[in-house]
């Protein structure tokens, strides 16, 4: 047993190397037509010796090909997003950024990671981008787009990238595949329980015994792990034990053999990412609802699979989820009669249950349309229902029409149409949003050094960064982050990033 152990070993300890399929050469033509009469418009200009000129060269090794979930013509990003960045700059940008409290720098922050784009020069640079961006996708709860990103790149080419495919795997239920992936090429993997789990999970269980006993006999895997790997083959052995101690850490693979031998782990204190896990038909209803509601709230799951969970079958209890659950339900029902005063009798409580988990703008998201269509006589609940229209798409046209003439509204609204300089400020934060919007507002001084290098998306996190300073009370930082936003074309963001920072923070 010790000599087939130490074979195992040693095939573990290979690796494998990705092989780079060549990149296309572009054609350029070389003869210019003759005879032009005078200049020529932009024409560079003519040498005046017969010295050969000095010609650039960009190796072509230096590019990359563009990886992302979404095509650059979609996002409006360029494919050069990264060029002339530092790839260990972004990739500690990409992952410390915080937009936790804005919905706004939740989309922009999705929407960098995923479009699709070059990785700048340099012989770890694509690798260590790569690493981030999926990193940062599993931070925020993405277990789905991380596990098609890595797939698209190649999850097998690297035992990093196969390790986040297989983490990203186990949370979504799809562990098959990579299982599948690491049995034909087990040196991808130098964990022997993950070696365990794939084998029985392909149904080779003699193997996977045996590997097992090699793991015991040469203590390779912790004891906690080996006790639970032992109940996860040998189930009959076990019958009336006593409970395992649950890990105070457990990685997606301890997680999902908890939840094989009927000890299944609460995804509620873990990292977010494992609420993925509870969105699977094992778990239960109130589970699933929780789960969603954790993934929504960061923008890793959309507003829709929410509703339709909240919305799947009548609460048997109360209390907590189960309120939220009935005040949507009842709201629902209002909107589908289309009376509006059963909407004006359910808007305000549903609203509180939202606001009491930050799922107003993704409420704001699911509703707006038909809320748009209505006008409520009461001034408070009109009131509300206009400010959830301005933490929708819908807040341009929202904006058209002020429910009362307070300061605060009229700024909102003057806000929402782009131009809050034309409005008293009520506050100094929003005094800070309107100096951003100013036609005159500069831009920081090593932004722009970036934006000149044509370091886009370098400059945007950094700007992101700035914005996150400036919710918690850097007015500066706030209008030098509103006045790059706009002045790199992301004018939405900008709108609807301070319009959900200051209706959320008073309402």
Request: aromatic content about 6%.
């Amino acid at each position: 047993m010790l000599n087939r152990a130490a074979v195992v070993a040693l095939l573990l300890a290979g690796s494998a190397q990705a092989q780079q399929a060549p990149l296309s050469v572009i054609e350029w033509l070389s003869d210019p037509p003759e005879n032009l009469p005078g200049t020529v418009l932009l024409e560079p200009p003519v040498t005046q010796t017969g010295v050969q000129p000095d010609i650039e060269v960009t190796p072509l090794e230096a590019l990359s090909q563009p990886l992302g979930l979404v095509s650059a013509s979609v996002t409006g990003l360029p494919v050069n997003l990264w060029q002339n960045s530092d790839a260990d700059r972004l990739a500690q940008l990409i992952a410390h950024v915080p937009v936790k409290y804005n919905p706004a720098m939740q989309r922009l922050l999705f929407t960098l990671i995923l479009t699709e784009a070059r990785a700048p020069a340099g012989s770890d640079a694509e690798e260590t981008l790569l690493l981030a961006r999926i990193d940062r996708l599993m931070q925020l709860g993405a277990a789905d787009p991380a596990q098609s990103l890595v797939q698209l790149a190649g999850p097998t080419n690297t035992r990093a990238r196969f390790q986040r495919w297989f983490d990203a795997t186990l949370l979504t239920g799809d562990e098959d595949r990579s299982c599948t992936a690491l049995i034909a090429a087990p040196h991808l993997s130098q964990d022997y329980a993950a070696q365990i789990f794939c084998k029985a999970r392909r149904g080779d269980w003699p193997s996977a015994a045996l590997t097992l006993e090699a793991a015991h006999a040469l203590q390779i895997l912790p004891p906690e792990e080996l006790d639970v790997l032992d109940r996860f083959l040998s189930p009959e052995l076990f019958e009336g034990a006593a409970y395992l101690p649950q890990p105070d850490d457990p990685n997606p693979l301890s997680f999902r053999l908890f939840e094989a031998i009927g000890e299944r782990l609460p995804s509620t204190p873990l990292p977010r990412a494992f609420a993925n896990a509870d969105l699977r038909d094992v778990a239960g209803w109130k589970a699933q609802i929780e789960a969603a509601e954790r993934l929504t709230r960061i923008g890793a799951l959309t507003p829709n699979q929410l509703l339709g969970l909240y919305t799947e079958r009548s609460p048997a209890a109360s209390g907590a989820v189960w309120d939220r659950v009935s005040a949507v339900q009842r709201f629902e029902a209002a909107l589908n009669s289309g009376n509006a005063e059963k909407i004006a009798a359910t808007l305000p409580s549903v609203w509180t249950q939202m606001r009491s988990v930050g799922l107003e703008v993704p409420f704001a998201e699911l509703f707006a349309g038909r809320l748009s269509q209505l006008t409520l006589k009461d001034p408070a609940v009109e009131q509300l229902r206009w400010r959830i229209l301005l933490l929708s798409e819908l807040y341009e046209t929202a904006a058209l029409s002020v429910p009362d003439d307070s300061e605060e509204n009229q700024f909102l609204a003057a806000l929402a149409q782009g131009d809050p300089g034309r409005a008293k400020s009520p506050s100094p934060l929003a005094d800070a949003v309107a100096q951003g919007f100013a036609w005159a507002a500069p831009v920081p001084s090593n932004i722009e050094a970036m934006l000149d290098n044509d370091q886009l998306g370098e400059a945007i996190l950094e700007t992101m960064e700035k914005f996150a300073h400036g919710s918690r009370g850097n007015l500066v930082d706030l209008t030098a982050a509103i006045a790059t936003l706009r002045r790199v074309g992301l004018e939405d963001t900008a709108r609807r990033a301070a319009l959900s920072l200051l209706i959320l923070q008073d309402s």
